[in-house]
């Protein structure tokens, strides 16, 4: 069995801030973190919704504050907005915007060693607090390390008022962690990988608080759409402690990072985690049911259909998942599942 490393460095968030108009703090945040000035990062549509304001507030206090745009998340964006932050020599990157936007102001701060804020507009996925950014034009679909955020601005006026889908999608990817923390248990015992119970119960936690506070959620109260930000927050704080994705990221993810793939037009990622989650549940011997109905009741996809993918990628991707990431052990590497065992899955689950 491989020992626990002497040393465990764990990397967090400074302030995390959550709820209705937080993000008219940002300069004064930036002022107790002692910085004067600052690269905005956002895309069009979210500089209007969100970007705008955030750059009034840090002007208005004061700072001295240029633009940069992040239209896709790919590596060519991520290395332009580096040079920008090299160019400016500002002291921080603002990240204003969805999970895209705000991949690339994490990736890119973290390659030009400078800190970086996380201001999302979304609930749509773990990315926003934690130190792991999934970017186009790598060798791999996952996610890799970069940073984590210095300081989180949340704003739950923002986030309520943005599309539904993307909250439930932020769901999904939460309550995907049920599946997840088994994976990683068992590549525990069978691998003898490093499993940190503290980061596990923790991913859990927030799985459990989002199933509780689903219909809430679903109402978008302002308690609904708090807690589910403190889930998604908590998920990257769960990284951080373990160090890797690992607590947050097993089978199901391996399934939709296949799905990504393959898929002519991919779903939103964690819409396509919590369909994997369900069948990865089921394969686990968990309460998949009682997830798949949690689902239902946030209004999350629970079939390919709703994902709007065909069934044969669904099957594909349930094959091809252990594929994509060989050293992330999981119950896949168990099952070892062929094509019609996949499909058997997928039908049995109601999934296609
Ligand atoms: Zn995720």
Redesign the pocket.
Known sequence: MRAVARIHRIDLPRIVLIGEDVIDSLGDICGELGFRSALLVSGYKTFEIAGKRALENLRASGMEVWRAHAGNSTLDCVSRVKEEIRRRGCDVVVGVGGGRVIDVAKMSSARAERPFISVPTTAS???IASSVASLKGLDRPYSIQAQAPIAVIADSGIIRASPYRFTASGCG?VL?KSVSVRDWRLAHSVKGEYYGAYAASLALMSANHVMDWAEEIRARTEEGIRTLLEALVSCGVAMSIAGSSRP??GSE?LF?HALDMIAPRPAL??EQ?GVGTIMMAHLHGLDWEETRETLRLLGAPTTAAELGIGEEYIVEALVRAREIRPERYTILNEVNLSRSEARELAEFCGVI
């Open positions: 996925h773990d990315g990817d995907s947050c990221s993810h939709s990622h964690g985690c």
